[in-house]
């Protein structure tokens, strides 16, 4: 596995000052050996350096089971409904039409989005890079959900809401990952971001 060096993904400043060296000495994670957490010089952001491509981690996300919920038939725990209710208190005073079009990206097997449909919202998405998760969605709860990433929608319709719930601190590549999600955007539309 070849681990890449990072410049800053804020500032782009490739001065940084690495704080600990995490090392899996098991077969937990095959993704990598190690990485590093630095912090950069120039703007203080702390990241993860010296870890694979992007395109490592969308073929890891696409095949991987971690998030399928296998083990419940893709039905989550009440941690994570508690979790995603939070989200949607937070931002459903902020979307007065139930017709808004909203995109849950990383939606998971669609518990986010089952929320919103419960509260009366009918114009929702779900994209993951999980075919399973995504299979998983459309049976569960009857939610529209699609396999792919963050770039595989942007030239199609735009959205009022889009809601990125534990996807931020997964992506290696922020900017052109957030340049495809404000091409997504309409203008005036809502952007969530929650990290975990
Ligand atoms: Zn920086």
């Not at 996300?61 to 296998?70: L, P, W």
């Not at 007065?96 to 989005?113: E, F, P, R």
């Not at 919103?116 to 569960?140: I, Q, R």
Request: aromatic share 12%.
């Amino acid at each position: 596995m070849v681990n890449k060096a990072r410049c800053c993904p804020i500032c782009f400043s490739a001065e940084k000052v690495c704080l600990y060296k995490q090392n899996f000495n098991n077969d937990v994670i095959s993704l990598m050996d190690s990485y590093d957490v630095v912090v950069c010089s120039n703007c203080g952001f702390a990241y993860a350096d010296n870890i694979p491509l992007q395109s490592v981690f969308d073929n890891y996300y696409e095949v991987m089971s971690k998030y399928e919920f296998n083990y419940n038939e893709g039905v989550v725990s009440g941690d994570y409904i508690d979790y995603y209710t939070k989200i949607a208190n937070f931002i459903t005073p902020y979307i007065t039409d139930k017709n808004a079009a909203i995109l849950d990206m990383g939606c998971s097997t669609g518990g986010l989005l089952s929320i919103f449909k419960s509260g009366g919202y009918s114009n929702l998405l779900g994209v993951d890079p999980s075919p399973t998760c995504v299979k998983t969605a459309n049976e569960l709860y009857d939610i529209e959900a699609v396999a792919g990433n963050i770039n595989s929608l942007v030239g199609n319709e735009k959205f009022d809401v889009i809601i990125l719930s534990a996807v931020l601190e997964h992506l290696v590549d922020y900017e052109n990952s957030m340049r495809s999600v404000r091409s997504l955007l309409k203008n005036n539309g809502l952007l969530l971001i929650a990290v975990r």
